[in-house]
């Protein structure tokens, strides 16, 4: 199989594309970080990007979640365009994400971050946030719940009361992707999860993973763990210098003559 | 035209001052992202430290400018070593802010209570001379303040762009950890930029002396318009400041003849909150994206 | 045993929950009030505790953003000024009734606060900050220089305080009486607390506090923190403009200096030394500002040292004010097995 120029088929007649942008470009003055680049994200799929370092795999992120304004390019999620939506407002669409500097709220509890993530969820009359009526004690107690819940899911139930901040740096991570569950996303963006874990801890990660994706969660993940992205990816999307290099399934892309020498013989096994 | 002729002078003569203060502040922002709110009185005691010199132990007034140089670079390396160093990546960034708000408030009220509130009569020999074209005139104290601040700013501006020194001090700015895996010590620098910034200040009020009211508020009243400038010309952007300097102290100067003194603080506030509207990023903008 | 909270000051060994040891507290707060007047009957103290009451409102109007926002708010003499001037302005001028004169001032005061918070919405802190007291010293020479409607320094003379309050079956309650004047005015304060409180420990208090902690963070959650910054500053403005609505009453002649930028920086001290992560804290550090420069006489001239100084050094070596030491002295105290000052 060749480098070619035009795109291989990435819509399996099987899947809806959830997630698919267009023509995306960044520049950072002088610096083009993502390059007209384009993907389609599949329903209920594992959609790995990945490349060496510095080729724009996390501005990509930042400009899928909004916290970026592409230069140019189109995104759109489920029917709605989300070109133009600043974060927050995509978040209620249904996009979570993690960061890859850990950016949890440290002074705060673990469970109190992860019940950052329900805000979104809340229904409560303006007049209850004064006087704590029925409906806001219900929230408040399903919100407390449910953060239990997410917390025990990922591991982290003896740590729900510890400053977050004091977690270890794996465990961090996993709270990172507890709060971004809580906003129940219809698809997770997980930046450099595996990124300083042990191999222990990136088989629990792993493990959680699929099991979010056996429940329906359609996951991006930007990884450089070439071990993990293989194990877990439905697809794969390849970029350096900020370019589209090549997608396909882990096996094509792990023949991938192009790829491999963007790796430059390094991590590929 | 005399009259348009003669602000534009005095606007350029208050500019300049402004531009000492505000490039202080600037060159402190750029290296520590962190405003010093005592720098106003570092203004103020430069200006009383000159004062003194000269009419208490009879220095002359070139000499007294050197005095402030001196107190206002020691009182720099007296507020990084108490408050900016050991708060450093402690807690919230609004801390040192805050603290030194503190700082401000306790130096001007100590000042008022030493000092007392009438203002001092600080003659400079230079007041009294004067230069005339055509028909407008420049007192040789005004000439002084503007020769003064062009050079210093020339120097410094020498300084950042082509020494080592002021290199590394950019470099800092830039990326502080990266600048001290390179072998710079970035503590070290933020002391050098927050004694030359001081001292500048320092300075500048033993030129203002003369120029304007000695009081304890006298720094307080600049330094109020040294923000804006800062603000205006974007934080941390050396060039954007000595712009938005000399462009502040033109609006005062024109503002005073054509409005009055009462409509200044209004004019320049007026005009910074305009910026803040359509460009927060200031005149020179250097779109800095938050690196996540 | 509450520990979803341990950061809390809860006297949960009195056995009782939170719910019932925040209505004791209340139940104190409200006592204490009731009975200061009767102790106090002279009217040099009684004028010193309205001015207190009047600072507890101002605190904790900042402290909303500053301390929960993570805003800071240095316009807080603006809003006072013109809560006061508003209100002034509307019965002296157009013969408006006090109350709908109060609730226009507390609007408009509220509206300055989201108009300026709307300037600032795109600044980071320090940018803010500056804006702020640029708004703060704009208003002041507004009330200055608009000598035809403010009078300029002449200021406004002889204003009255609130109208009697005639309640069904009571005589009716003259303000004239200072201690019926603190009353109303402490009243209002511990409304406000309450009112703020209760936002605080509402969803809006951790949206807050996300915003403050890591404003990128918060918007991946989906907080929309621009929008919630304007609430916040429109809240601690409209307290500042029912407070700036009180004081104008109470003092009877308006002048603009009383609103200059140098109260902001008063407030800004009373917040920070009182502890500037909780909302009880700020309120010990308004009463103690206030009080401690009567109760050492010699001090008077020295206020804004003393401030000052306090401020610097609680910045530095112990950032949670009041509160947080309160807090270290309670944990040394009670021998407690669960981990304190989680922080």
């Known amino acids: 199989m060749t480098a070619d120029a035009a795109r291989p088929e990435i819509d399996p007649p099987q899947r809806r594309v959830l997630l698919r942008a267009g023509g995306l470009n960044k520049r950072f003055g002088g610096v083009h970080a993502v390059r007209d680049i384009s993907l389609a994200i599949p329903e209920g799929a594992i959609f790995a990007v990945i490349g060496p370092n510095g080729a724009g795999k996390s501005t990509l992120l930042n400009l899928l979640s909004g916290i970026y304004r592409p230069d140019a390019g189109s995104m759109v999620l489920g029917g709605i365009d989300l070109t133009g939506l600043p974060a927050h407002r995509r978040v209620r669409h249904g996009i979570a994400r993690t960061f890859q500097k850990i950016r949890l709220f440290r002074h705060l509890s673990a469970i109190e971050n992860v019940v950052a993530g329900f805000h979104i969820h809340y229904d409560i009359p303006a007049w209850q946030y004064v006087v704590h009526g029925p409906a806001f004690r219900r929230n408040h107690a399903r919100c407390r719940q449910e953060a239990a819940r997410l917390l025990a899911f990922m591991g982290l139930e003896a740590r729900a009361h510890l400053p977050a901040g004091s977690l270890s740096y794996g465990e961090q991570r996993m709270l990172e992707i507890a709060r971004a569950l809580a906003t129940a996303p219809r698809l997770l963006m997980v930046d450099e999860p595996a990124a300083g874990l042990n191999t222990a801890e990136v088989d629990t990660l792993l493990e959680r993973i699929l099991m979010l994706r056996r429940d329906g969660l359609t996951l991006c993940i930007v990884e450089h763990n070439m071990d993990l992205v293989m194990k877990v990816a439905d697809r794969v999307m390849v970029i350096d210098y900020g370019q589209f290099l090549f997608e396909g399934t882990p096996a094509e892309v792990q023949s991938h003559a192009g790829v491999v020498g963007a790796y430059l013989g390094g991590e590929l096994r | 035209m005399t009259i348009i002729l003669q602000q534009g002078i005095n606007g350029v003569v208050l500019g300049s001052l402004y531009v000492l203060v505000a490039l202080g502040l600037t060159l402190i922002y750029g290296v520590l992202v962190q405003i010093n709110f005592a720098h106003a009185d570092i203004v103020t005691l430069g200006a009383f430290s000159a004062y003194f010199f000269m009419h208490g132990v009879g220095g002359g007034y070139l000499a007294s400018i050197g005095v402030s140089l001196i107190v206002g670079g020691a009182l720099g390396w007296l507020m990084n070593t108490a408050i900016f160093a050991p708060l450093q990546g402690k807690g919230s960034e609004l801390l040192p802010l805050i603290a030194t708000i503190g700082v401000s408030v306790t130096m001007e009220n100590a000042m008022l209570a030493w000092f007392g509130p009438i203002p001092y009569a600080f003659d400079s020999p230079y007041s009294n001379e004067v230069f005339r074209f055509g028909g407008t005139f420049i007192t040789a104290q005004n000439a002084l303040i503007v020769a003064v601040s062009a050079v210093t700013i020339g120097l410094l501006y020498a300084f950042m762009k082509f020494t080592f020194l002021g290199k590394a001090l950019r470099a800092v700015a830039q990326d502080r950890e990266t600048a001290g895996l390179m072998g710079i010590n970035p503590n070290q620098l933020v002391m050098l930029t927050f004694v030359i910034a001081s001292a500048l200040a320092g300075m500048a009020g033993a030129m203002l002396g003369p120029v304007l009211v000695l009081t304890p508020f006298a720094g307080t009243s600049v330094i109020v318009k040294a923000f804006a400038i800062v603000i205006i010309g974007g934080f941390g952007n050396f060039e954007g400041a000595i712009l938005a300097g000399l462009l502040v102290g033109l609006i005062e100067s024109f503002t005073t003849q054509y409005l009055g003194p009462g409509m200044i603080d209004i004019v320049v506030f007026a005009l910074l909150l305009m910026m803040l509207a359509i460009r927060p990023t200031g005149l020179i903008a250097e779109k800095r994206e938050e690196n996540v | ?343």
């Open chain 3, 1 to 343: 045993m509450s520990d979803a909270e341990p950061a809390r000051l809860t006297p949960a060994r009195l056995g009782l929950g939170p719910i019932g040891s925040r209505r004791l507290a209340l139940l104190c707060a409200a006592l204490t009030i009731a009975v200061l007047p009767l102790v106090f009957t002279d009217t040099y103290w009684r004028t010193n505790l309205i001015v207190c009451a009047l600072n507890v409102m101002l605190a904790i109007g900042l402290d909303f953003v500053l301390g929960y926002a993570g805003q800071l708010n240095l316009g807080q003499s603006a809003f006072y000024g013109i809560g006061a001037y508003v209100s002034t302005l509307l019965i002296t001028r157009l013969g408006v009734p006090f109350w709908p004169a109060f609730a226009g001032a507390v609007a408009f005061s509220c509206l300055a606060g989201v108009v300026l918070s709307l300037f600032a919405m795109r600044l980071r802190g320090h940018y803010l900050a500056i804006a702020s007291l640029g708004f703060a010293v704009i208003t002041y020479q507004i009330l200055l220089n608009w000598i035809s409607l403010t009078q300029g320094p002449l200021g406004i003379y002889a204003i009255p305080p609130p109208p009697p309050l005639t309640l069904p079956g009571l005589p009716a309650i003259d303000f004239h009486d200072l201690a019926n004047l603190f009353y109303l005015v402490a009243g209002f304060a511990l409304l406000s607390y309450l009112l703020v409180d209760q936002l605080i420990r509402s969803p809006i208090g951790e949206t807050l506090t996300a915003i403050r902690e890591d404003e990128v963070s918060a918007a991946s959650l989906g907080m929309n923190c621009g929008a919630w910054k304007v609430f916040a500053f429109g809240v601690g403005a409209a307290v500042a403009g029912a407070a700036g609505g009180f004081y104008a009453g109470f003092v009877g002649t308006l002048v603009p200096d009383a609103f200059f930028i140098t109260e902001s920086f008063t407030i800004l001290a009373m917040v920070v030394v009182g502890g500037m992560g909780t909302l009880i804290g700020p309120v010990c550090g308004a009463i103690l500002l206030t009080l401690l420069p009567e109760l050492l006489r010699g001090i008077g001239d020295l206020r804004l040292v003393v401030y000052g100084v306090a401020v610097t050094l609680v910045v530095l070596f112990i950032p949670g004010g009041i509160a947080e030491a309160a807090r270290l002295a309670l944990g040394r105290l009670g021998r407690s097995s669960r981990r304190g000052g989680a922080r």
